[in-house]
């Protein structure tokens, strides 16, 4: 497909991220019929789905994403148009929204050839939980179906919130949220600034903000998704983020973080809004879609446009990777899944795949449709994966 601007409005569907202004350009798009193979032919290719629409429900698949995305409502005019695209088009997209999907190599690829997961896998997906300290030092495990409130702090065992409110003291409180391995949690700092923590992060926040100065948050290591509150709710009180040897400044925005502790770099992708990367030798401004790369060893900050998509992808659910080297793929996987790799053949970490899977399948899922490629072979052994 020669067309990036109807590629980039494929991908946003998929991964749940279109607006209805794009959907509308989507579907006028669609409504060509010599389009609708195209559309066919790039799901089957990009994503190595065969699928029949007799075997999902698009009824069901329209209203998981029409509910995701916020419309139509029910009396649009361009409701009748809208479905006749979602007949099609969510049928093909349903396998990656609600069922699973196939990964591929762009060195071996069959789209077309069905595999059975093996049901005795017992290496399980992560879940929603998290190590709440407090300032005085004490540690609260939070998990689903436990209940915890505590002065200003509640959580149902899946999300953290705090009182909204500031204080006119310049005393801060400090918490700090921890993500084990297998993990992942959100929190709703008081200032309404909301927070997606990935697995084996952590973050260091205020209680409460302190009026009128600068609402400062570390990332001390991990991957966090911030939703940042404007500063016009804030008494004009900018937000700022500090990692390892960088500091971000925003005055309301979305953007994600990526600052692994075993990680050579630090990237920052910005989604919506603007903010000032910075280094303490060199300041970067980015602009949505825009990705800043920080490594280590160098002074200098690094600047390239990126589709966000698949990197806000595991806040939504999903991996979603592009051309993807196994090496790096796995160290994500071994997060979420908490397990050991360990690479028999050094030379198979370099190996690119591409594809999209929900994070709540069991990791058998993904490793037989990666072997399905003839080109790697996985073995089990307790909770270490080995890679031939």
Known sequence: M??????????????????????????????????????????????ALDYNLSNFDSERAKLVLLDKIGGPDEASPGKIRKLR???????????????LAVFYSKEDLDPTTEIIANTEASILPGTDKAILTLDNGKHITLEKGKQVRIDEVTSNGESIRYKKGQKESEEIVYNYLTIPRGGQFFVELSDGTKVWLNSESKLKYPVSFVSGAPRSVELIYGEAYFDVSSSTENNGASFRVQTRNQNIEVLGTEFNISAYEN?????????????????????????????????????????????????????N????????PLGEMMKVLARWYN??????????RDLEFSGILKRGNEINVLLEKIEHTGLVKFSLQDNKILIK
């Open 339 to 348: 397990i050991d790799v360990e690479f028999e053949n050094l030379e198979k």
């Open 263 to 315: 990680d050579q770099s630090i990237h920052t992708t910005l989604i919506e809004g603007s903010i000032a990367v910075s280094n303490g030798a060199e300041d970067k401004i980015l602009d949505p879609g825009m990705q800043s790369i920080l490594y280590m060893d160098e002074a200098e900050i690094q600047v390239k446009n990126v589709d966000v998509n698949y990197v806000a992808a595991w806040k």
């Open 317 to 324: 659910g999903l991996f979603m990777f592009d051309k993807k």
């Open 85 to 99: 695209f979602y007949k099609y088009a969510v049928a093909a997209a349903i396998a990656i929204l609600v069922s």
């Open 2 to 47: 020669k067309d990036k601007r109807i590629e980039e409005l494929i991908v946003k569907f998929i991964s749940k991220a279109i607006t209805e202004p794009e959907l509308e350009e989507l579907s006028d798009w669609f409504d060509q019929q010599e389009n609708q193979q195209l559309f066919k032919d790039y799901i089957q290719v990009n994503y």
